[in-house]
């Protein structure tokens, strides 16, 4: 029996892993393959964001379902104190006494490996797999395997394949930058994503494919176009303009769910409706879209409550806040409504002006139908309304043509 055993921070586990251990199982098939997080590596600092033992853990067992034969074991993350290899290959001995163990790791490894703790000890437990991290040092990985089978009567496989390039130090780095995404298998990608490991942030292309796929077909065009209006205001008011589009391809993901589909997500998310969100469970779908944001797709706060205020607004609105609330109302498929073409053009010059002609607009159009309206719909009205007032700008009026 042989068993392969790949050790390391994955922090996060990534496609270089996976295609080091694809190429060590095609080259040397063994009978079982084991990923194995380390605790804290002994050879490297680990990095300031590093997530959870118990989210690395989960991580690497995602990765692991991308290979056949291969699980993931968590002996090193009960331990205390420094996790060394050759404690690990102990215990993988007596676990397994009749196997023949392989330690698999990169050329950089090899390298170094008389630096680490009890070389002779890992060198006489188990045999060495070493795949490529950079072309062009293939003498000097011989010269190591030479030296290594010469002075600890090691047994060194060289893989032949393509050098793996990409590092968990590249990826940790590309991740808030919304980058890096195609350096991840999808299921690990999901996870960061959804916990916001590492400071992630999502690429919107994978965000827009996830988020629409929680749209009725016909909403997708309001979306897309909620997003390009979204963009366009925080480029014009100084916000940060993929969190804009971030919260715009969020903002109506519970939009689809009726009153007892709403109703269920609150239950989900402890959300407590009052009675006018009761009454009208079209005003629900911001709360429940803000919690289902920030569960299924990891909204940090500032974008969940962009989400949350969308539909009514709030008194005192953050610029992101304001942004969204506007880029819903007047996105280019929007169905034209009085004031439309007054409150796009206002939203480009005053915001709070832009703010309250919506609102102002909505409380007419709400009594013209005899709906109830909530709180805060008229308390955000008549907080901008002092605002302005305060700055002594007037209200705006719109045009007789703008019907
Ligand atoms: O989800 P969207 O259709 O894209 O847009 P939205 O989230 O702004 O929802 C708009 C609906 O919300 C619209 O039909 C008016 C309604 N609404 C906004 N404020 C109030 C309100 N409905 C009631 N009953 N009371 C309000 O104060
Ligand atoms: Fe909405
Ligand atoms: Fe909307």
């Given at each position: 029996?042989?068993?392969l055993i790949?050790?390391g921070?994955?922090?996060?586990?990534?496609l270089?892993h996976?295609r080091?251990?694809?190429?060590?199982?095609?080259?040397?098939?063994?009978?079982?393959?084991?990923?194995i997080?380390?605790?804290?590596?002994?050879?490297?600092?680990?990095?300031?964001?590093?997530?959870?033992?118990?989210d690395?853990?989960?991580?690497?067992?995602l990765?692991?379902g991308?290979i056949?034969?291969c699980?993931?074991?968590?002996i090193e993350?009960?331990r205390?104190?420094p996790?060394y290899?050759?404690?690990?290959?102990r215990?993988?001995h007596?676990?397994?006494?009749?196997?023949?163990?392989?330690?698999?790791?990169?050329?950089d490894m090899l390298?170094?490996?008389?630096?680490w703790?009890?070389?002779q000890?890992?060198m006489?437990l188990?045999?060495?797999?070493?795949?490529?991290?950079?072309t062009?040092?293939?003498?000097?990985?011989?010269a190591?395997?030479?030296h290594l089978?010469?002075?600890?009567?090691?047994?060194?496989?060289?893989?032949?394949?393509e050098?793996?390039?990409?590092?968990?130090?590249?990826?940790?780095a590309?991740l808030p930058?919304r980058?890096g995404r195609e350096?991840?298998?999808?299921?690990?990608y999901?996870?960061?994503?959804?916990r916001r490991?590492y400071g992630a942030?999502p690429?919107?292309?994978w965000?827009?494919?996830?988020a629409?796929?929680?749209?009725?077909?016909?909403?997708?065009?309001?979306?897309?176009?909620?997003?390009?209006?979204a963009?366009a205001?925080a480029?014009r008011?100084g916000a940060?303009?993929?969190?804009?589009?971030e919260a715009?391809i969020?903002?109506?993901?519970t939009?689809k769910?009726?009153?007892?589909?709403q109703l269920?997500?609150c239950e989900?998310?402890?959300i407590i409706?009052d009675?006018?969100?009761?009454?009208?469970?079209?005003?629900?779908?911001?709360?429940?879209?803000?919690?289902?944001?920030a569960d299924?797709f990891?909204?940090?706060?500032?974008?969940?409550?962009?989400?949350r205020?969308?539909?009514?607004?709030?008194?005192?609105?953050t610029?992101?806040?304001?942004?969204?609330f506007?880029a819903?109302a007047?996105?280019?498929?929007r169905r034209?409504?009085p004031?439309?073409?007054?409150?796009?053009?206002?939203?480009?010059?005053?915001l709070?002006?832009?703010?309250?002609?919506?609102?102002?607009?909505?409380l007419?159009?709400?009594?013209?139908?005899g709906?109830?309206i909530h709180?805060?719909?008229?308390r955000?009205?008549e907080?901008?309304?002092?605002?302005?007032e305060e700055?002594?700008?007037s209200?705006v009026?719109?045009?007789?043509?703008?019907?």
């Amino acid at each position: 029996m042989r068993v392969l055993i790949y050790g390391g921070s994955f922090n996060p586990p990534h496609l270089g892993h996976i295609r080091s251990v694809r190429t060590a199982i095609a080259a040397l098939e063994p009978d079982l393959t084991l990923l194995i997080p380390a605790a804290i590596p002994p050879h490297k600092q680990l990095a300031a964001e590093t997530p959870a033992q118990d989210d690395r853990f989960h991580m690497t067992g995602l990765a692991a379902g991308q290979i056949p034969g291969c699980e993931t074991s968590d002996i090193e993350l009960g331990r205390q104190g420094p996790s060394y290899t050759s404690d690990t290959l102990r215990q993988m001995h007596e676990r397994y006494p009749a196997a023949e163990l392989v330690f698999l790791m990169g050329t950089d490894m090899l390298l170094t490996i008389e630096s680490w703790h009890e070389p002779q000890t890992i060198m006489a437990l188990s045999s060495l797999a070493v795949f490529a991290r950079e072309t062009g040092r293939e003498g000097e990985i011989e010269a190591q395997a030479a030296h290594l089978r010469e002075a600890y009567g090691a047994t060194v496989f060289v893989l032949e394949g393509e050098p793996v390039t990409v590092s968990s130090t590249q990826i940790r780095a590309l991740l808030p930058k919304r980058q890096g995404r195609e350096y991840l298998p999808d299921s690990v990608y999901g996870y960061i994503i959804r916990r916001r490991l590492y400071g992630a942030r999502p690429d919107l292309d994978w965000l827009r494919e996830r988020a629409y796929a929680y749209l009725k077909p016909t909403r997708v065009e309001h979306v897309r176009g909620a997003e390009a209006m979204a963009r366009a205001l925080a480029r014009r008011w100084g916000a940060d303009e993929s969190d804009a589009a971030e919260a715009a391809i969020l903002h109506d993901c519970t939009k689809k769910y009726d009153r007892d589909g709403q109703l269920r997500i609150c239950e989900k998310y402890g959300i407590i409706p009052d009675k006018w969100e009761l009454e009208n469970d079209r005003l629900l779908h911001a709360r429940t879209g803000a919690a289902f944001a920030a569960d299924e797709f990891g909204a940090p706060e500032h974008i969940a409550s962009a989400i949350r205020w969308h539909t009514t607004g709030r008194p005192g609105m953050t610029l992101l806040e304001k942004i969204v609330f506007l880029a819903d109302a007047i996105e280019e498929s929007r169905r034209p409504y009085p004031a439309l073409e007054t409150i796009r053009r206002t939203a480009f010059e005053d915001l709070d002006a832009a703010l309250e002609l919506c609102l102002r607009r909505t409380l007419v159009f709400l009594q013209e139908q005899g709906e109830p309206i909530h709180p805060n719909t008229a308390r955000t009205r008549e907080y901008y309304l002092k605002k302005l007032e305060e700055k002594g700008a007037s209200p705006v009026e719109w045009a007789a043509q703008d019907q």
